[in-house]
Every structure is written in C-alpha cells, then in structure tokens.
C-alpha cells in the first residue's frame, strides 16, 4: 500500500487524455492484486491512484462521503481507500466501472498475515498521518486493528458477496478479476473498452505460483 502522496511508485504508461473516459474504481481487498491492477490500469491509459494516503483523503474518510477530491484530477482509486464506498461511487459517477479484484482464500489469508506483520507505528515514513488512515482503514474494512484469520475470512466472503449482489445483472458495470489466478489484460481490456496490449500484464508484489500454496 502506499503513504504520502497520491502517485504512487506504480509503473504504467502516461495516460492518454485525448477523450473523456470513465471513472476507475478498483474495490478488491488489499493482497489481491490491487497494485499490479493500478499498474495495468495505467497502461490502458486510466490513471488511477493506489491506496492514496494525502490528507484530503484522509478528510474524505473520516467525513464519510466518499466524494474524494483527487478524482477532479484522476481517473479512479485503487485498494481498500473505497471499498466502503463503492455504493456511493456508484451513484455519484454514472458510468463508472468497478473491478472486484479476488484471490483464493488461503492464500490471500497467507498473504495478509505476512503484510500485517509490521506494525502500523512504523510506517510514519509513508507520511506523518499514515498510521491513524490506516488504522482507520483497518478498522472500517475488517473490524479489527491485529490480523485474525477467521475474521479475515469472513470479512473476504462477505465482502465479495455483497459487490456480488450490488452489481446483479450488471455485467457492463462490474468485473470479477483473479489476478493471482492468472487473469489479466485478456479480460481487463475489453471490459473497459480497449484493446490487449501486446505485453505481459504487470506483477507488482505478485506471488510465484509457489508462494501462492502451503
């Protein structure tokens, strides 16, 4: 996840502001590919923000709109920044499309242990108000401050049901994507109306396929 500012260190291509495009938002839970889909996103041209963490956000949250002021200027945000308001994004931006980024269970709960290891306090590096976003984060997404697997686990069900049940019969709005599985631009690009890029789709904190089993 990132901290300090709302670029990012995610690699992409400049997007390409020749045309109006729709908003972006990409609403799996953290560990499931969500930076490696910024990236993609970026070199389809969409410049999208991964887990902004600058103090306008940060307001946007606590003040519970989701009308986060950086989308004047970019075109979408990735990671657990708007998991809690994908139902607002929806209705605040007609048009917009949304990716459900998801990964097998076990492995995402293996994963989230090894991110959740370090402790929130010594991440001030990423910005002076990093920890208090991200436990204010933390706590919204997952009702919990420490890892626990059996909460995480239903936090992960729920959480993909719910976006399930949202976007019932919107095929054209929603898209489920298994990065970790191996899906990519094969099923990214068409949904937002582009073209397959002839290159690899970014692995950005992307597991071997050894890492990814017991």
């Given at each position: 996840m990132e901290g300090g500012h709302v670029?990012?260190?995610?690699?992409?291509?400049?997007?390409?502001?020749?045309?109006?495009?729709?908003?972006?938002?990409?609403?799996?839970?953290?560990?499931?590919?969500?930076?490696?889909?910024?990236?993609a996103l970026r070199t389809l041209g969409f410049d999208t923000v991964h887990y902004p963490s600058d103090p306008a956000t940060y307001r946007t949250l606590l003040a519970g709109t989701g009308r986060f002021p950086l989308l004047a200027d970019h075109d979408g945000i990735t990671d657990i920044s708007v998991v809690p308001y994908y139902e607002e994004l929806d209705l605040d931006w007609p048009g917009a499309k949304f990716i459900l980024t998801v990964r097998e269970e076990q492995a995402w709960l293996r994963s989230c242990a090894t991110h959740w290891a370090r402790p929130v306090d010594s991440k001030t590096d990423r910005g002076e108000g990093y920890p208090d976003m991200q436990r204010f984060l933390r706590a919204a997404v997952y009702g919990c401050l420490e890892f626990n697997p059996e909460r995480f686990a239903r936090v992960h069900r729920r959480h993909v049901e719910q976006v399930l049940?949202?976007?019932?019969?919107?095929?054209?709005?929603?898209?489920?994507?298994?990065?970790?599985?191996?899906?990519?631009?094969?099923?990214?690009a068409p949904f937002l109306g582009k073209q397959v890029p002839d290159q690899p789709f970014p692995n950005v904190n992307r597991p071997s396929p050894a890492q990814d089993r017991p």
């Open positions: 670029t990012g260190g995610i690699p992409g291509a400049a997007p390409d502001r020749s045309r109006p495009r729709p908003k972006v938002f990409g609403i799996g839970l953290s560990r499931t590919g969500t930076r490696s889909l910024t990236a049940h949202h976007f019932a019969g919107r095929d054209d709005d929603l898209l489920v994507l298994d990065i970790a599985g191996g899906e990519g631009y094969e099923r990214l």
